[in-house]
T-cell receptor
């Protein structure tokens, strides 16, 4: 089991460019989460999918951020027109079906996004 | 609204010492509390959880935590720390997406 895989590990973009971050959850996990980690704000929940369906995106900035899960083996987080304040480590996590009590989340190593 | 407060930003201990990391929460729903550890440059790793039952829960590597409804707390403890326990520890409460505290950095010296 390779764990949660996130690519790329590091990404540098210029202000105004688009960034797409990829996440491959653990096989068999039906829930996928995205978080953002910064020194100032700490760990912030962004969005959550269950069985590929978006369930809760209450943490997503309303503009420029979008997340998708086109199949059970990967999810993407896309940031359009990146701004310096988007610089952060973006963490993806997966877990077993929450309704069956599988609430432990398994985190990937994160993607460090730097916006110049 | 759910919030998690970790009162200590940084704790310094020596190998073999005991350590307690404090976590207080506010949440109006069914409680699910957990602790995660993050070593430098790595992703978070699950340590332990409380959902119901015995308020003292055991985790990996000798960690345990105790839930107190009256104090709204879920403090993490270890009786004898090792240098490899140096990391940042996050307390979290959730219904679905986790709400984390700001973390406590633990530095273990030989």
């Amino acid at each position: 089991n390779a764990g949660v895989i996130q690519t790329p590990r590091h990404k540098v973009t210029g202000k105004g460019q688009e960034a797409t971050l990829w996440c491959e959850p653990i096989s068999g996990h039906s829930a996928v989460f995205w978080y953002r980690q910064t020194i100032v704000q700490g760990l912030e929940f962004l969005t959550y999918f269950r069985n590929q369906a978006p369930i809760d995106d209450s943490g997503m900035p309303k503009e420029r951020f979008s997340a998708q899960m086109p199949n059970q083996s990967h999810s993407t987080l896309k940031i359009q027109s990146t701004q310096p304040q988007d610089s952060a480590v973006y963490l993806c996590a997966s877990s077993l079906d929450l309704r069956l009590g599988g609430r432990e989340q398994y985190f990937g190593p994160g993607t460090r996004l730097t916006v110049l | 609204t759910q919030t998690v407060s970790q009162s200590d930003a940084h704790v310094t201990v020596f190998e073999g010492d005991s350590v307690e990391l404090r976590c207080n929460y506010s949440y109006g729903g069914s409680i699910y509390l957990s602790w995660y550890i993050q070593h430098h440059g790595r992703g978070l790793q699950f340590l332990l959880k409380y959902y119901s039952g015995n308020p003292v829960v055991q985790g990996v590597n000798g960690f345990e935590a105790e839930f107190s409804k009256s104090d709204s707390s879920f403090h993490l403890r270890k009786a004898s720390v090792h240098w490899s326990d140096s990391a940042v520890y996050f307390c979290a409460v959730n219904a679905q997406g986790l709400t984390f505290g700001l973390g406590t950095r633990v530095s273990v010296f030989p």
